[in-house]
């Protein structure tokens, strides 16, 4: 039986989905620097493959709202590594028409054990979210986890970031909504060059 949320709820999950959409996705001026200094530092060889994602990015996109309609947003993130090169940390902040809407924190990691990156979510609406992927695919990178709502509830997330260029990639944002085939529904969708 598919799970059914309130248009209010999907609502504000449409919206706080925005910070996914790229990786998905932090408070943009944060100043602290956890253990980086500002040239930065370099990854791990565990994160390595994550160097693609580095630097600084503008995206533009679109979420689904609840009645089908699509919502324009833009988003600047800024992608580095932190704690001696362990994680890396992307911080992002969405605006509609330059009024700042959502923000987002994303550490993303290595467990070694499982051998999967992880992706650890925060953002401004309160919402929480853990993710994982083995790694790249070619040029793509997709993670699976959830997105805790501040009720404590989740819905099942995942994140597809495709390299389109040296400079340039594409986020697709999906929740699944129920067991049933097709019941996954694509929240945002956003490009983004360095």
């Known amino acids: 039986m598919p799970m059914r949320i309130s248009s209010t709820t999907a609502a504000v999950t449409g919206v706080a989905l925005l910070a996914a959409a790229v990786l998905s996705p932090a408070v943009a001026q944060a100043t602290e620097s956890f253990g980086s200094s500002a040239q930065g530092v370099a990854p791990t ?7 693609k994602l580095k630097g600084k990015w503008t995206c533009t996109g679109a979420t689904t709202l609840p009645d089908g309609s699509q919502l324009a ?6 992608a580095k590594f ?8 992307w911080q992002e902040t969405n605006t509609i028409d330059g009024t700042p809407i959502a923000s987002a924190e994303y550490i993303w990691g290595w467990d070694a054990q499982q051998g999967l990156f992880t992706a650890d979510r925060f953002d401004s609406s309160g919402q929480r979210g853990a ?51 097709g019941a996954a529904s ?9």
């Open 186 to 194: 694509v929240l945002s969708e956003s490009s983004c060059v360095r």
């Open 45 to 51: 060889s565990a994160l390595q493959p994550l160097k």
């Open 73 to 78: 947003f833009d988003t600047q993130s800024t």
């Open 82 to 89: 932190i704690l001696d090169g362990n994680f890396m940390r």
């Open 131 to 181: 993710q994982t992927t083995p790694g790249w695919v070619d040029d793509t990178l997709t993670s699976t986890g959830v997105l805790i709502q501040p009720d404590g509830t989740s819905l099942p997330l995942t994140t597809t970031i495709t390299k389109t260029a040296r400079d340039a990639f594409t986020v697709q944002a999906t929740i699944s909504l129920g067991a049933e085939p």
